[in-house]
């Protein structure tokens, strides 16, 4: 293994443990901030929506994520054909994909926060499954 690979799976790590802190951090703030303006959605309607729609579905990933975690934590690693890992990966998978189109085309403070964390959880979900 070369000096370059190295590097670039040593980035690789310092992304996802990064974005792992980060993530729930992120959307934590975002609900907070969202909650205490009681939701005030800008015109038009329908696109502040689905930002928060976005936000909805990269919170729900990010939840998949965590569970997923725990539940590796205590079985004592990934397993091969573990059917309920498999299913927090396609639904992780699915939500993260699915929240980015709705924060691309939503409108708000919610948007980029959501674009970000969607992004990140796709990686996650992606690496993992290349994993298993």
């Not at 976005?54 to 539940?71: E, K, Q, T």
Request: glycine share 8%.
């Amino acid at each position: 293994m070369n000096l370059q690979s190295k590097l670039f799976w040593n980035v690789i790590v310092v992304i996802v443990i990064v974005g792992m802190f980060a993530s729930p951090l992120l959307a934590a703030r975002c609900w907070y901030l969202e909650l205490r303006r009681r939701f005030s959605l800008e015109a038009p309607r329908w696109r502040s929506e689905l930002a928060l729609a976005a936000l909805a579905l990269a919170s729900v990933s990010v939840i998949m994520s965590l569970g997923y975690f725990l539940r590796s934590v205590t079985r004592g690693g990934d397993f091969y054909s573990d059917p309920l890992l498999e299913k927090f990966m396609g639904g992780g998978l699915f939500s993260a994909i699915l929240a980015l189109p709705c924060a691309l085309v939503g409108k708000g403070r919610a948007r980029w926060p959501s674009l970000g964390i969607g992004l990140f959880m796709a990686f996650f979900w992606f690496m993992s499954a290349m994993s298993v």
